[in-house]
Nanobody
Framework: QVQLVESGGGLVQAGGSLRLSCTLS????????MGWFRQAPGKEREFVAA????????AYADSVKGRFTISRVDGKNTVYLQMNGLKPEDTAVYYC??????????????????WGQGTQVTVSS
């Protein structure tokens, strides 16, 4: 059984910063590529960022490039999403995800079988 636990969401003014954290726990040891998706009210879930299982590669949605940075603790299944220059359109529930089927930082939702419960990020204008 795999469990993802997120933390770090909250309310911030436009231009501010937040850091999301996510830790994966599993009954059997393994490293997983991990990432973040988000869902705003009335919209579909969308890819935000992902990082390879080894941490040597990453991918970002165009809308967050240059503002968000994904990283992971070396050798562990803990990832962070540093969000700078936040905009009101970044307001959403952010979900941590992990994939058991690849080692790469994939952008397609179909690769991610494991999901956290989500953490709310609200950016006020």
């Amino acid at each position: 059984q795999v469990q993802l636990v997120e933390s770090g969401g909250g309310l911030v003014q436009a231009g501010g910063s937040l850091r999301l954290s996510c830790t994966l726990s599993a009954q059997t040891f393994g490293r997983y590529p991990m990432g973040w998706f988000r869902q705003a009210p009335g919209k579909e879930r969308e890819f935000v960022a992902a990082i390879t299982f080894s941490g040597d590669g990453s991918a970002y949605a165009d809308s967050v490039k240059g503002r968000f940075t994904i990283s992971r603790v070396d050798g562990k299944n803990t990832v962070y999403l540093q969000m700078n220059g936040l905009k009101p359109e970044d307001t959403a529930v952010y979900y941590c995800v992990a994939s058991p089927t690849t080692t790469q930082a994939m952008t397609s939702i179909s690769y991610y079988h494991y999901w956290g419960q989500g953490t709310q990020v609200t950016v006020s204008s």
